[in-house]
């Protein structure tokens, strides 16, 4: 395993949350990811980030120590999320085990937060358009459970994925600080990230 501190690139860790841009995506399960980064960056006291490869990069350090870290959340919709998250991360010269991607995941009961690398996209427009800009699904994923309907239309599970939280604010804010407590253990090396 590569020595995190080792300085092959700019940055130790590239974290990709997904989502949609626009308010009126705002507060809805399918952007949960880009929830986690922007508690992250709040809790590493990040700078305001920048609009580089047609998204918001911040980078800086996990915390006085950590790990050095790119926060990147793509101004794509979700299913054109890689066309910006790839140019980012060969900008950035980071290894593709050095990713770490945070999602909502319908398949996991809301509150449930389980890691990952590799393994299949599940019918996730966001990790399949991850697949073809990094060029392989061998990334590391924080899957952040969001509950399904009890339906497997697909018109249902978007406007449940893409309306706004069902779980009230304090349930939803419990769910984003426990995603960010288990990227924060995972990119710091207290935690291992399982293949599947």
């Not at 299913?79 to 593709?96: H, Q, Y």
């Not at 599940?122 to 309907?149: C, E, Q, W």
Request: aromatic letters at 6%; zero cysteines; hydrophobic letters at 40%.
């Amino acid at each position: 395993m590569r020595n995190p501190f080792s300085g092959a690139g700019p940055v130790d860790w590239l974290l990709v949350g997904l989502g949609n841009p626009g308010a009126e995506y705002e507060r809805t399960p399918h952007n949960v990811g880009f929830e986690v980064l922007t508690e992250l960056a709040h809790r590493w006291d990040l700078t305001a980030p920048k609009k580089r490869f047609n998204g918001l990069l911040a980078e800086g350090r996990a915390g006085i120590g950590g790990p050095r870290v790119a926060l990147f959340q793509p101004l794509t919709y979700m299913n054109e999320s890689g066309n910006a998250a790839g140019p980012a991360r060969g900008a950035l010269r980071t290894d593709l085990d050095r990713v770490l991607v945070l999602h909502d995941e319908i398949d996991l009961p809301f509150g449930e937060i389980r890691p990952r690398l590799g393994g299949g996209l599940a019918g996730h427009n966001g990790l399949k358009s991850l697949k073809r800009g990094f060029g392989s699904p061998d990334f590391g994923r924080v899957r952040i459970g969001v509950g399904r309907p009890d339906s497997t239309d697909p018109e249902i599970v978007a406007a449940f994925v893409l309306g706004r939280w069902r779980q009230s604010q304090a349930e939803v804010a419990a769910l984003v600080r426990d995603a960010a407590d288990m990227t924060e253990q995972l990119i710091r090396g207290e935690r291992d990230l399982p293949a599947r």
